[in-house]
């Protein structure tokens, strides 16, 4: 909440380069889409910042697929506030579509409009339109790693198949040298191939998340919802500037107009004042 618009959020998106954040608070700052832009394309790339607020500013249909772009290949954001961002149908629809895309999503809690009801309008299971952000974020999650598992399989199925056939292709070999003819193999020595990442970076296509989702669904069953438990509590929203972090320094201006921060002692006093108040009015009273 300190005003520093565009300019504040370029220089954030160039410091979220070389250094490692965990903590971004960009709430209320008058951002429009340059700032946001930057801001995004960095975030795209980042692998240290876990929580980012952009409460408060303004995030129109080309801001919110700036947003979208980031969270469909950012790996670690776990908590996301877009509260009181004036998101229109079609910005909440291209934030949730780089939501349910990534299939490394980390996300845990998101605030600032109903989850479930726009990513069951992309063509996921009816029954999220019912759920609170934290169910649908811990379902998409679960999703993602039922379909990574299931080509992981597929992948081993794969590799015990080229085992077999570089098992042949061996005893081949060896029937080749016994006749003076020698093969080339294109196999490794230990007659296995290193398997590549399936962890893909980037958004999945719209039929893999809606074939990924349906079969994550039928697995759960009728209890899906009661079976994904939410993991964190979802921050309350507010009408005022996200809330400053705990060790936060406040300061208080005095009769004399210095700075300065608030003691106990102060507070004591305070206290002990109001005690003498009320204790004299008390006195009073009894007299009376």
Known sequence: ??????????????????????????????????????????????????????????????????????????????????????????????????????????????????????????????????????????????????????????????????????SNSRESSQHSMSTGVSTVSGIQTNGVRPQADSRQNGPSDPATVVAAAKKAFDALGDAGGILLLTEEPQRAISDSSPMVSSDAVMLERTPSGTIQVPTLADEQADNDDDSLSLSCHNSRHSLN
């Open 1 to 166: 909440n300190n005003q520093i618009k565009d300019r504040g959020a370029q220089l954030a998106a160039v410091v979220l380069t070389s250094v490692n954040l965990e903590v971004l608070d960009m709430g209320f700052n008058r951002l429009t889409i340059v700032g946001i832009k930057a801001l995004m394309k960095s975030l795209a790339e980042n692998r240290s910042l876990t929580t980012l607020t952009l409460s408060g500013n303004i995030l129109d249909t080309n801001a919110s697929k700036a947003v979208s772009y980031a969270l469909a290949y950012n790996r670690t954001i776990r908590k996301l506030y877009v509260d009181h961002c004036s998101l229109s149908y079609a910005a909440q629809r291209h934030v949730a579509a780089g939501i349910v895309s990534n299939s490394n999503l980390a996300l845990r809690v998101m605030s600032g409009f109903p989850l479930g009801a726009i990513a069951v309008t992309l063509g996921l299971p009816g029954a999220m339109e019912k759920w609170s952000n934290e169910q649908v974020l811990k379902f998409i999650r679960l999703m993602w790693d039922k379909h990574r598992h299931e080509t992981d399989g597929a992948a081993g199925s794969s590799s015990s198949n080229n085992l077999s056939r570089t």
